[in-house]
Nanobody, 131 residues
Framework: QVQLVESGGGLVQAGDSLRLSCAASASGQTFRLYAMGWFRQAPGTEREFVAAVSWFGGSTYYSDSVKGRFTISRDNAQNTGYLQMNSLNPEDTAVYYC??????????????????????WGQGTQVTVSS
């Protein structure tokens, strides 16, 4: 099965930047990714969509709250996705999860924005932004 390993979270001040990484692997087995997304969840809230990238075409999608500040990208050869987060503010504080679609679910409708479109999830990484 595909496993996702995230890195790059931490504690920063408002206005700072962070870069999250998400590496996909499957213990020597071949696999295909169709999309990678980032979601976040603050205490007491639902897990919400942040950004996503289609793996082959490279199309990118963002929530309104991060558009213009965050950039999602991917390295196909390394099976790794990235989330560059600039101009962070305290409202960005949350656990950030990367997610991967290995079943071609996200190509249909608006599924790329929906956490149910993804079948593999990382362990989450904490991002804390102090004011």
């Amino acid at each position: 099965q595909v496993q996702l390993v995230e890195s790059g979270g931490g504690l920063v001040q408002a206005g700072d930047s962070l870069r999250l990484s998400c590496a996909a692997s499957a213990s020597g087995q071949t696999f295909r990714l169709y999309a990678m997304g980032w979601f976040r969840q603050a205490p007491g809230t639902e897990r919400e969509f942040v950004a996503a990238v289609s793996w082959f075409g490279g199309s990118t999608y963002y929530s309104d709250s991060v558009k213009g500040r965050f950039t999602i990208s991917r390295d196909n050869a390394q099976n790794t996705g990235y989330l560059q987060m600039n101009s962070l503010n305290p409202e960005d504080t949350a656990v950030y999860y990367c997610a991967a679609d290995t079943r071609k679910s996200t190509v249909y409708g608006d599924s790329i924005f929906d956490k149910y479109g993804y079948d593999r999830w990382g362990q989450g990484t904490q991002v804390t932004v102090s004011s």
